[in-house]
Protein backbone atom coordinates (compact mmCIF):
# COMPACT_ATOMS: atom_id res chain seq x y z
CA UNK A 1 0.00 0.00 0.00
CA UNK A 2 1.00 3.57 -0.86
CA UNK A 3 0.39 7.10 0.11
CA UNK A 4 -0.62 9.44 -2.92
CA UNK A 5 -1.66 12.52 -3.21
CA UNK A 6 -5.58 12.30 -4.68
CA UNK A 7 -5.23 13.85 -8.52
CA UNK A 8 -8.84 15.54 -8.27
CA UNK A 9 -8.49 17.38 -4.23
CA UNK A 10 -4.81 16.98 -3.27
CA UNK A 11 -5.35 15.37 0.03
CA UNK A 12 -3.10 12.09 0.65
CA UNK A 13 -4.62 8.76 1.01
CA UNK A 14 -3.56 4.94 1.12
CA UNK A 15 -3.73 4.09 -2.89
CA UNK A 16 -3.36 0.37 -3.89
CA UNK A 17 -4.67 0.47 -7.42
CA UNK A 18 -6.62 1.55 -10.02
CA UNK A 19 -6.94 5.31 -10.25
CA UNK A 20 -5.07 7.70 -8.36
CA UNK A 21 -8.08 9.52 -6.90
CA UNK A 22 -9.27 9.31 -3.16
CA UNK A 23 -12.15 7.55 -1.91
CA UNK A 24 -13.99 11.11 -0.87
CA UNK A 25 -13.22 11.82 -5.24
CA UNK A 26 -14.97 8.57 -6.41
CA UNK A 27 -17.86 8.97 -4.46
CA UNK A 28 -18.29 12.49 -5.71
CA UNK A 29 -17.67 11.27 -9.63
CA UNK A 30 -20.07 8.39 -9.13
CA UNK A 31 -22.19 10.43 -7.95
CA UNK A 32 -22.11 12.93 -10.97
CA UNK A 33 -22.81 10.12 -13.29
CA UNK A 34 -25.82 9.24 -11.55
CA UNK A 35 -26.72 12.94 -12.15
CA UNK A 36 -25.84 12.77 -16.08
CA UNK A 37 -26.85 9.20 -16.75
CA UNK A 38 -30.92 10.68 -15.01
CA UNK A 39 -30.35 13.76 -17.20
CA UNK A 40 -29.70 12.22 -20.16
CA UNK A 41 -32.84 10.03 -19.79
CA UNK A 42 -34.62 12.69 -19.09
CA UNK A 43 -33.11 14.89 -21.93
CA UNK A 44 -32.63 12.51 -24.65
CA UNK A 45 -31.92 15.61 -27.11
CA UNK A 46 -29.56 17.07 -25.42
CA UNK A 47 -26.41 17.93 -26.53
CA UNK A 48 -23.13 16.96 -25.46
CA UNK A 49 -21.89 20.58 -24.43
CA UNK A 50 -25.49 21.15 -22.90
CA UNK A 51 -25.37 18.19 -20.50
CA UNK A 52 -21.85 19.23 -19.29
CA UNK A 53 -23.39 22.84 -18.28
CA UNK A 54 -26.36 21.63 -17.24
CA UNK A 55 -24.39 19.00 -14.79
CA UNK A 56 -21.15 20.84 -13.96
CA UNK A 57 -19.46 17.47 -15.79
CA UNK A 58 -16.65 18.16 -18.23
CA UNK A 59 -17.06 17.14 -22.14
CA UNK A 60 -14.30 14.94 -21.69
CA UNK A 61 -15.23 13.04 -18.33
CA UNK A 62 -18.79 12.63 -20.17
CA UNK A 63 -17.10 10.97 -23.33
CA UNK A 64 -14.88 8.64 -21.11
CA UNK A 65 -18.01 7.24 -19.28
CA UNK A 66 -19.27 6.55 -23.03
CA UNK A 67 -16.07 4.88 -23.76
CA UNK A 68 -16.07 3.11 -20.98
CA UNK A 69 -19.71 1.88 -21.79
CA UNK A 70 -21.15 3.19 -18.58
CA UNK A 71 -23.48 5.85 -20.65
CA UNK A 72 -25.47 4.81 -23.66
CA UNK A 73 -26.76 7.02 -26.02
CA UNK A 74 -30.51 5.74 -27.66
CA UNK A 75 -30.44 5.32 -31.34
CA UNK A 76 -32.38 8.46 -32.15
CA UNK A 77 -30.32 10.71 -29.90
CA UNK A 78 -28.64 13.02 -31.83
CA UNK A 79 -25.58 12.92 -29.68
CA UNK A 80 -22.68 10.11 -29.88
CA UNK A 81 -18.92 9.90 -29.88
CA UNK A 82 -16.68 8.87 -33.19
CA UNK A 83 -14.89 5.47 -33.49
CA UNK A 84 -11.35 5.61 -32.56
CA UNK A 85 -10.38 3.91 -36.22
CA UNK A 86 -13.06 5.15 -38.69
CA UNK A 87 -14.60 7.98 -37.10
CA UNK A 88 -17.96 7.18 -37.61
CA UNK A 89 -20.45 8.15 -34.92
CA UNK A 90 -21.28 5.67 -32.55
CA UNK A 91 -23.49 5.55 -29.56
CA UNK A 92 -21.19 3.53 -27.01
CA UNK A 93 -17.79 2.23 -26.55
CA UNK A 94 -14.99 2.72 -28.79
CA UNK A 95 -15.04 1.08 -32.22
CA UNK A 96 -18.35 0.76 -34.53
CA UNK A 97 -19.17 -2.76 -34.77
CA UNK A 98 -17.82 -2.55 -38.52
CA UNK A 99 -14.23 -1.76 -36.46
CA UNK A 100 -15.05 -4.05 -34.02
CA UNK A 101 -15.63 -7.26 -36.46
CA UNK A 102 -12.27 -6.27 -38.17
CA UNK A 103 -10.41 -6.54 -35.23
CA UNK A 104 -11.59 -9.60 -34.17
CA UNK A 105 -11.02 -11.55 -37.52
CA UNK A 106 -7.67 -10.04 -37.51
CA UNK A 107 -7.12 -11.30 -33.80
CA UNK A 108 -8.24 -14.54 -35.38
CA UNK A 109 -6.55 -14.95 -38.04
CA UNK A 110 -2.90 -14.39 -36.38
CA UNK A 111 -4.13 -16.91 -33.61
CA UNK A 112 -4.50 -19.33 -36.67
CA UNK A 113 -1.47 -18.75 -38.15
CA UNK A 114 1.15 -18.99 -35.05
CA UNK A 115 3.57 -21.70 -36.24
CA UNK A 116 3.58 -24.52 -34.10
CA UNK A 117 6.66 -24.87 -31.73
CA UNK A 118 7.57 -28.38 -30.94
CA UNK A 119 9.24 -29.11 -27.63
CA UNK A 120 12.55 -29.92 -27.40
CA UNK A 121 13.72 -33.34 -26.96
CA UNK A 122 16.19 -33.99 -24.34
CA UNK A 123 19.10 -34.77 -25.51
CA UNK A 124 22.56 -36.81 -24.08
CA UNK A 125 24.21 -33.47 -23.01
CA UNK A 126 20.96 -32.01 -21.48
CA UNK A 127 21.98 -29.24 -19.26
CA UNK A 128 22.78 -30.97 -15.77
CA UNK A 129 24.95 -30.13 -13.09
CA UNK A 130 28.58 -31.93 -13.75
CA UNK A 131 31.66 -32.91 -11.23
CA UNK A 132 34.68 -33.01 -12.37
CA UNK A 133 37.05 -35.47 -10.57
CA UNK A 134 40.84 -34.79 -9.79
Known sequence: ??????????????????????????????????????????NKNASLEQ???????????????VREERLVFAEDSPVGIDC???????????YCNECKDKVQNNLATGIKEQPKIEPKKPTKDSPRMRFLDK
Do not use: A
Open 51 to 65: ISEDNEVSVKQIKQW
Open 84 to 94: EICGKMIRSGK
Open 1 to 42: MEVKNCKECGRLFNWMNGPKICPSCVRKTEDKFQEVKEYIRN
